[in-house]
C-alpha cells in the first residue's frame, strides 16, 4: 500500500477499514476529494485527524433509485427538494444517489437539462436516468447524445400510461445498447396486470388488503423475460429497478444462464417487511409497485444480496405526504405508489443485514457501494482505493436509533413513514463526499455542493 506523509489534508485513523481488496486497521489520507494515500497506522500524516475509533471505515453508500422533488398525477410535487433530500441522504451515510429524469413528451435533452437545474442544490453527488415514454426518430436520435453526456442509464415503464410497447422496447434495447448505454425497466406486464386486477376486483374488491393480489409475482417474471429476451438478441445490458420477490429472481438468474448482461436492484421495504403490512390499519403506506410480497420472498431476496446475484438496495423514494396518498385509504387504484425512504435505506441495511448475521462486513460495502458503482458505470466511486473520490464513512455499528417520522432526524421528510418506529443499530459518526464533511456532527454542507457524476457503463 502507498503511504504518504506530504500533501494530505486530513487523515482519517482509528478505525477498521475496508478497501476494495482488504480490511484491517489502515490510516486513510485525503486530498482535493481524492483518496490520496493508504498506510499502516500512524504513516500517514495531516493536520486535520478524524478519529474513527471503534469504528468501520466504509465507502459511502450509493442509493440507484430515488425520485426526489418529483412530479405527481394530481399536478404537484412531492414534499423535498434536491437539497433538504440529499441533506437527509448524507446524514445516514449515503453519498452518491441517482434520481430520474420524468418523461415528458419532446426532447430528452431538454428534459435532462431542467432536471439538472433541478438537481443544483444536492448537497452531495448525484447522476440521473433519463425516463424515456415514446420512441420516435428524434427520441432515438437523442439517446446517443445523453449517454455521450454522461447520462447513460434509462428507465422504461412496461405498464402505466407512459408505457413504451412490446415493438419499442425491443428498438430502444438495441439503440440504447449499440450506443453504450444501459437499458433499464420498471418491469410489470401490462397485460396481466390488468388481468389480474380484473379478477381481484371481481373477487376480491380494491381495498388495501387486496392490493398484492393484482400485482402478482408472475407479472414481474414475465416482463422480465421479454425484456431479457430483446437483451440477448443484440448482445445488450439491461438493468430491472426494484425486483421484489423470488418471480422476479428466478427469471433474471435464468437470463444470466443463458449468458445475458442483467444488473439489477431490489429495495429496502423489501428486505424488511412482507407482505402481511397490507393487513393492518396502516396497509395504505405500503402501496408500493411491485407490492411487497411474502416472507419467503423477503428471505430470498435477503439470500440473493449476499451472494452477489443484485447489485444494489435501492430505497425507491418519493416524499408522498399523507394527502397525497389519502385518495386512495378505501381504494388502492386510487392511490399514487410508492413511499419515502431515503435516509433510512442504509442504517436497516446494516441492522437487518450485518447485525442480524445476514450480511458480513464485505457484502454489505458490495452491495451498498461497490457493486451499484459497477453496475451504473460510476466509476470513481464505491470503493476506499488510491485515486478514488474520498466518499467515506466512518460507521458506529453500535450506534442506537429509532425511526421517528416526527422528527427532523430521523425521518424520511415528509408526514408519514413506512419505517416509523422501528429501532436498530448502526450509524455514521462522519461521511465524507469528495472529502468534505456532509454528515454527522457540526456538518453544514452548503447548498449545491454536491456534483453531477457522469456514467461510463462498461
Known sequence: MRTANHGVDVVIRGGRVVTDSTEGAFDIGIADGVIAAIGEPGSVVADEVIDASGCVVIPGGIDPHTHIQWPLANGGTAQDTFESATRRAAAWGTTTLVDFVPGAPGSLLAAADRRLGQAEGAVIDYSLHPVVTELNESTIAEIPALIERGLASFKVYTTYGSRLESADIRRFIRVAGEAGGLPGFHAEHHALLEDALAATRKLRGTRIGDFPASRPGHTEAASIREITGYAEEFGSPVYIYHASGLDALRQIEEARAAGTDVRAETCAHYLVYDDSVYAGADGWKYVITPPIRPEADREGMWRAVADGRLDAVASDHCAYSVADKAAGFEDFTAMEPGAPGIASRMPLLWDRGVRSGRLSLRQ???????????????????????????????????????????????????????????????????????????????????????????????
Open 364 to 458: 454489505f460495502v458490495d452491495i451498498n457501494s461497490t457493486r451499484p458503482a459497477a453496475a451504473l458505470g460510476l466509476t470513481a466511486k464505491g470503493r476506499i482505493a488510491i485515486g478514488a473520490d474520498a466518499d467515506i464513512v466512518v460507521w458506529d455499528p453500535d450506534g442506537e436509533w429509532t425511526w421517528d417520522a416526527a422528527s427532523d432526524s430521523t425521518s424520511n421528510g415528509t408526514d408519514y413513514d413506512i419505517y416509523d418506529g422501528l429501532s436498530g443499530r448502526g450509524r455514521p459518526r462522519v461521511t465524507l463526499s469528495r472529502g468534505r464533511r456532509v454528515g454527522g456532527s457540526g456538518a453544514t454542507p452548503p447548498r449545491g455542493s454536491g456534483r453531477f457524476v457522469p456514467q461510463r457503463i462498461q
